[in-house]
């Protein structure tokens, strides 16, 4: 009777230390999955972020290449009226010359 009983008893812990022992792992590996989860999930948004950034930054490459083109059109734009404001310059100082010269001749002529 009494191995019987001994038996039962460690039987009845070794059961008992088991089902704990089976719970306490099924916990970490909830916790673990749980985790997992988390970071694939983040992964998932840090991946959708980047590729927004990427569209962004491929959208502002676009619109600094259209800039840099109309920058440089304003440029030789620019050059044009310079050249055209020194010629008119030119002939306005010989036509302002011309008008001394004209004066000159009057005066003399008065």
Same mark, same amino acid.
């Given at each position: 009777?009494?191995?019987?009983?001994?038996?039962?008893?460690? *039987?009845?812990?070794?059961?008992? %230390?088991?089902?704990?022992?089976?719970? %306490?792992?099924?916990?970490?590996?909830?916790?673990?999955?749980?985790?997992? +989860?988390?970071?694939?999930?983040? *992964?998932?948004? =840090?991946?959708?972020?980047?590729?927004?950034?990427?569209?962004? *930054?491929?959208? =502002?490459?676009?619109?600094? +290449? !259209?800039?840099?083109?109309?920058? $440089?059109?304003?440029?030789?734009?620019?050059?044009?009226?310079?050249?055209?404001?020194?010629?008119?310059?030119?002939? $306005? +100082?010989?036509?302002?010359?011309? !008008?001394?010269?004209?004066?000159?001749?009057? +005066? =003399? *002529?008065?």
């Amino acid at each position: 009777m009494f191995v019987e009983w001994s038996l039962l008893t460690i *039987l009845s812990i070794v059961s008992i %230390y088991l089902f704990v022992k089976m719970y %306490y792992f099924k916990s970490i590996t909830n916790k673990e999955q749980r985790s997992n +989860d988390m970071m694939k999930l983040t *992964l998932h948004e =840090a991946e959708i972020l980047i590729r927004k950034y990427q569209i962004q *930054l491929q959208r =502002a490459l676009g619109n600094v +290449d !259209i800039l840099s083109e109309e920058l $440089t059109k304003l440029r030789n734009e620019l050059k044009v009226f310079k050249s055209k404001n020194s010629k008119h310059r030119q002939e $306005t +100082d010989r036509l302002n010359g011309k !008008i001394k010269v004209l004066k000159s001749r009057i +005066d =003399a *002529l008065l």
